[in-house]
Structures are given as structure tokens and as C-alpha cells.
């Protein structure tokens, strides 16, 4: 998950940012309006943590921009504590949730992991699942089949991305602005190349599914039938396919 801080008080937004980063998060952070604008318009961000009082531009005309132009992305405002004004103004220009400051970053944590829920892509307590894998971000821990492995944060990023998108295709681009932002001279060489460290720790899990790239499109997850299993199944109808059923890997 990619997200935008925009706070312009910098010892505050350093302090958060570390924290969601231990939490492996991606994050960029603004310290100004117009700049936080600009970044929040690109879509590339999964959730946007946004501050009202900022030079340039203030908090609550970014968030109506940003709702006027179609952007749907979570936002949880940073209020003034006990300014209602703030607060409802805030919701009604569009705000997913709000925290008055100061505040503690666990409760930040919980709100951020409260608002992934929503998206359906989410199972409990912000997991993923596809096919026979189960993926718990915040640990970067991949189970399949009882089996667990622990994936860096890039190859966990990506994986993550992949498994909220269900199968369905990824652009090059846009894995590569949400696993490396815009500041990164990453290009889609270090996408090939974090691909290909996901499809060793797909094998290295044993895993049914695989990383398929549809030529000039991108990356998407699939779950190949497997020959014997089909052949299996032609032979003898009534005998169930063993192991092959979508058991649940996410008991979190
Ligand atoms: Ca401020």
C-alpha cells in the first residue's frame, strides 16, 4: 500500500512517516498544499493522510479538488483537537476519517488498517488471499499451505498489488510508481526484476499460482489448472481433487 502524507510540520511528519514505513508502508511525504495536490491527483496512492493548516494550499480545498476531479482514495484528515468546525467540514468535503492532534501513530495505524478493510480486495485484519496464498503485508509473511515464507518489502509490495487486483492485469507503470514513487530513478528494469524474485518465492512456497506478463500491458496473477488435475477429474468425475480445494491460507 502507497501513501501520500501531506503535513508541513516536519519533525511530525518525519515521526509518522517512520512509523508507517517499520509498518511497510510506502510513503512520500509533501510539506506543501499545491505540491500535495499535485501528488494526491496522480491516483497512484491507496490512501492519503492530509493535514489542514499547510502553506500554499489548505488541507480541506486539496481534499474538495481532489473529490471534484473523480478521486476516490481514502483520506483520513489531521484536525485541530475538539475544532467540530474542522471536523464536519472536513467529512463533508469528502474526508474518510479524521484524527485530531496530537495524536498516537498506533491509532493512525488502526485507522489506516480500518480503512483498507473496505476495499475488497482485504480479508481480516488487512490480509490478502488468492488462489492457495494467504499475504499479511504488515508482517510480509506469505503462507501457503502451511508453509510461510518471509518476502523483502519490495517482492511483499508487490505482491500485495497483485493479489488486490485479483487477476486482473497491473501496468508496468503503475507498479512501478507505487512500489517506488516518483523521487526513485527506478525504472521498469527493477519492476522485471522484483517479478522475477516474486515467481522464485511463488515456487519456493509451492504455490498453484504464478505471475503471468501480458506483453506491452503488465502483470496480473494466475491460477493455472493443472494437467493431472484435469485429466483426474475426465477419468473419474465423483472423486474430489485433494488438496485442490480453495482452502482458506488466511487464518489471522
Ligand atoms: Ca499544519
Redesign the pocket.
Request: hydrophobic share 45%; glycine share 8%.
Given at each position: 500500500m502507497r501513501i501520500l502524507l501531506i503535513?508541513?510540520?516536519k519533525y511530525i511528519a518525519r515521526a509518522v512517516a517512520e512509523v508507517l514505513k517499520k509498518s511497510h508502508y510506502a510513503v512520500d511525504v509533501v510539506h506543501d498544499g499545491n505540491e500535495g495536490l499535485a501528488y494526491g491527483a496522480t491516483g497512484i496512492y491507496d490512501l492519503i493522510v492530509l493535514?489542514?493548516?499547510?502553506p500554499g494550499l489548505d488541507?480541506l480545498s486539496i481534499l474538495k479538488k481532489l473529490r471534484a476531479d473523480g478521486l476516490t482514495t481514502p483520506v483520513i484528515l489531521?484536525t485541530a483537537r475538539n475544532a467540530t468546525t474542522d471536523k464536519v467540514s472536513g467529512l463533508d468535503a469528502g474526508a474518510d476519517d479524521y484524527l485530531p492532534k496530537p495524536f498516537h501513530t498506533e491509532e493512525l495505524l488502526a485507522r489506516i488498517r480500518a480503512l483498507a478493510r473496505r476495499n475488497p480486495g482485504y480479508v481480516d485484519e488487512g490480509a490478502l488471499e488468492f488462489s492457495d496464498l494467504c499475504l499479511a503485508p504488515w508482517t510480509l509473511t506469505l503462507s501457503c499451505g502451511g508453509r510461510q515464507i518471509q518476502l523483502s518489502v519490495k517482492v511483499a509490495q508487490l505482491l500485495e498489488l497483485l493479489m488486490v487486483n485479483k487477476g486482473a492485469i497491473v501496468a508496468k507503470e503503475t507498479i512501478l510508481r507505487k512500489l517506488w514513487g516518483f523521487d526513485a530513478d527506478a525504472g521498469s528494469n527493477h519492476v522485471e526484476a522484483h517479478v522475477s524474485l516474486l515467481r522464485k518465492a511463488l515456487a519456493q512456497a509451492g504455490s498453484r499460482a504464478g505471475v503471468k506478463a501480458v506483453r506491452g500491458l503488465g502483470y496480473r496473477l494466475v491460477e493455472p489448472q493443472e494437467p493431472q488435475e484435469l485429466q483426474a477429474d475426465s477419468l473419474s468425475p465423483a472423486r474430489p481433487s485433494a488438496g485442490q480445494a480453495p482452502v482458506s491460507q488466511c487464518s489471522v
Amino acid at each position: 500500500m502507497r501513501i501520500l502524507l501531506i503535513e508541513d510540520e516536519k519533525y511530525i511528519a518525519r515521526a509518522v512517516a517512520e512509523v508507517l514505513k517499520k509498518s511497510h508502508y510506502a510513503v512520500d511525504v509533501v510539506h506543501d498544499g499545491n505540491e500535495g495536490l499535485a501528488y494526491g491527483a496522480t491516483g497512484i496512492y491507496d490512501l492519503i493522510v492530509l493535514d489542514i493548516m499547510l502553506p500554499g494550499l489548505d488541507g480541506l480545498s486539496i481534499l474538495k479538488k481532489l473529490r471534484a476531479d473523480g478521486l476516490t482514495t481514502p483520506v483520513i484528515l489531521l484536525t485541530a483537537r475538539n475544532a467540530t468546525t474542522d471536523k464536519v467540514s472536513g467529512l463533508d468535503a469528502g474526508a474518510d476519517d479524521y484524527l485530531p492532534k496530537p495524536f498516537h501513530t498506533e491509532e493512525l495505524l488502526a485507522r489506516i488498517r480500518a480503512l483498507a478493510r473496505r476495499n475488497p480486495g482485504y480479508v481480516d485484519e488487512g490480509a490478502l488471499e488468492f488462489s492457495d496464498l494467504c499475504l499479511a503485508p504488515w508482517t510480509l509473511t506469505l503462507s501457503c499451505g502451511g508453509r510461510q515464507i518471509q518476502l523483502s518489502v519490495k517482492v511483499a509490495q508487490l505482491l500485495e498489488l497483485l493479489m488486490v487486483n485479483k487477476g486482473a492485469i497491473v501496468a508496468k507503470e503503475t507498479i512501478l510508481r507505487k512500489l517506488w514513487g516518483f523521487d526513485a530513478d527506478a525504472g521498469s528494469n527493477h519492476v522485471e526484476a522484483h517479478v522475477s524474485l516474486l515467481r522464485k518465492a511463488l515456487a519456493q512456497a509451492g504455490s498453484r499460482a504464478g505471475v503471468k506478463a501480458v506483453r506491452g500491458l503488465g502483470y496480473r496473477l494466475v491460477e493455472p489448472q493443472e494437467p493431472q488435475e484435469l485429466q483426474a477429474d475426465s477419468l473419474s468425475p465423483a472423486r474430489p481433487s485433494a488438496g485442490q480445494a480453495p482452502v482458506s491460507q488466511c487464518s489471522v
